[in-house]
């Protein structure tokens, strides 16, 4: 109440007072006339509130208040001005809101908000296209029950998003869609969906042509390695200053098969999702015989090769990816260790899934290139590559096999002193010997 309004009313009520006053003189009851006047105007002040209530109740929107008198007149109008304010308010943040939907709606990718449950709560018409997703029967639907593939399923409940997903599309096996979801607030999730189809199909074109090549080359490729080892087996016959080229072509040629056998494994092991195998292989005896290979590949080098494996734990998946798997890093202990150096072959379990390991006694890896090592052709030092006559495609090879069955690798190293790769299984994975 500003300074105004209350010298207003102090004086209404002296006025009120006087009148009582001047009464309680004329009629020479003081008293009733006090009792009069303040009831009087209590009965005013009373009428007033109704009026003020009654608008309040049965107002239409911008209906002007009662005409009021005095201070109620006052209130009346600072109610009705913190009113038209408000829907102002509304109705600037309105519009906010119906530009943002306008623009998510006219989106070509999907936006889906889900609560923490991921139980759908808002999408945009993309999501319809692309998902599926029926407004308004979808709403409050756990988007796990209308996107269905079991990858999404998994993806969804393990909960680390840090990499996009890439399945087909539920409405249209074409489509290929790639899922990213970003959690927020209170564990809410928002998922954004792009039609990633073209880049797809221009991957699986490079795909293509690689397996293409790779397959395209290895039948001149046998042709030539034959001509070269029966030039070899008839050594006497040939110009001894052709011995030696013979010899090293022999050598290359080798390399270019074993390169195109791995570029071929690749393409076979990216074409599918999962192994359709699924039969619970007994690591320890793959082991024992890939220490046998290893052992062979070491030969006068004599590394001293060690296996520790627990028969009771076999792994669900493919054995013959599996074993292409542990003997390259098997092997790579050996051709990267130097003579009577010492390699450690385990396979254990524990709560948090199956664990295979190699440890080296060798020339180890600088920690900067350990990110990269899983790439196709990375190489520490190639000079190191070309003496071993790697192909650069071993670790590739074992990050595909351990992505599809759903493991990953962990590697510690330490220049000069040694290294271990170890792949490490979750339970699902595991399946234990009765
Ligand atoms: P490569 O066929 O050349 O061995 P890989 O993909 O198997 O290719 O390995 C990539 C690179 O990682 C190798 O060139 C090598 O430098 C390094 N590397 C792999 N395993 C080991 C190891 N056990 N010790 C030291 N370096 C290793």
């Known amino acids: ?11 209404h009520l002296l006025l009120l007072l006087a009148a009582c006053g001047l009464l309680g003189l004329i009629s020479g009851e003081y008293a009733w006339s006090l009792v009069l006047g303040l009831g009087a105007y209590l009965a005013w002040h009373i009428k007033q509130l109704l009026r003020l209530y009654i608008w309040l109740r049965d107002r239409k929107p911008d209906e002007a208040p009662p005409e009021g008198y005095g201070l109620w007149g006052e209130v009346f109008d600072n109610i009705y001005h913190l009113q038209r304010r408000d829907q102002r308010v509304r109705g600037r943040l309105q519009a906010v809101i119906d530009r943002v939907q306008d623009s998510t709606a006219a989106l070509r990718d999907a936006v889906i908000m889900l609560d923490s449950d991921g139980n759908l709560e808002w999408w945009n018409r993309a ?3 692309l998902l599926g997703l029926k407004t308004p029967q979808d709403s409050g639907q756990p988007i796990t029950n209308l996107v269905r593939h079991p990858r999404f399923k998994e993806y969804f409940e393990q909960g680390n998003y840090q990499e996009a997903l890439e399945l087909p599309s539920p409405v249209n096996d074409h489509q290929r869609l790639q899922l990213q979801i970003t959690q927020y607030g209170n564990a809410d999730h928002l998922m ?3 039609d990633v189809t073209r880049i797809h199909q221009l991957e699986q074109m490079r795909k293509d042509f690689v397996a293409n090549v790779s397959h395209e080359l290895r039948t001149p490729l046998t042709v030539i390695a034959g001509y070269l080892e029966t030039l070899l087996d008839n050594v006497e016959d040939v110009n001894p200053r052709w011995v030696r080229a013979l010899q090293q072509m022999q050598q290359q040629g080798a390399r270019m ?15 599918t999702d999962y192994p359709s195998d699924n039969q619970p292989v ?10 046998n290979d290893a052992q062979a590949l070491s030969a006068t080098r004599n590394h001293r090769i060690s296996l520790e494996a627990d028969a009771s734990v076999r792994l669900k998946g493919s054995e013959a990816e599996l074993r292409s798997a542990f003997s390259n890093l098997v092997f790579n202990a050996v051709k990267y260790t130097p003579d009577e150096g010492e390699i450690r072959i385990r396979w254990w379990h524990d709560d948090t899934g199956a664990h295979f390991s ?9 920690a900067k290139h350990l990110p990269r090592l899983t790439e196709r052709f990375y190489r520490v030092d190639s000079s190191r590559a070309s003496h071993t006559g790697g192909t650069g495609l071993g670790l590739a090879i074992v990050k595909h096999v351990l992505l599809r ?30």
């Open 282 to 291: 007994p690591v320890d005896l793959l082991l024992l015989s890939i220490k």
């Open 405 to 434: 069955h759903r493991a990953r690798l962990g590697i510690t190293s330490v220049p000069g002193k040694g290294s271990t790769f170890t792949c490490h299984f979750p339970p699902q994975q595991v399946s234990m010997r009765g």
């Open 192 to 194: 954004l969906v792009r």
């Open 257 to 271: 098969q074993n390169l195109l056998n791995d570029l071929l494994l690749l393409a076979k092991l990216e074409a």
């Open 358 to 366: 190699v440890s080296d006694s060798g020339i180890g890896i600088e």
């Open 1 to 11: 109440m500003n300074q105004n309004w209350r010298s207003v009313v102090v004086r």
């Open 127 to 129: 999501a319809e296209t």
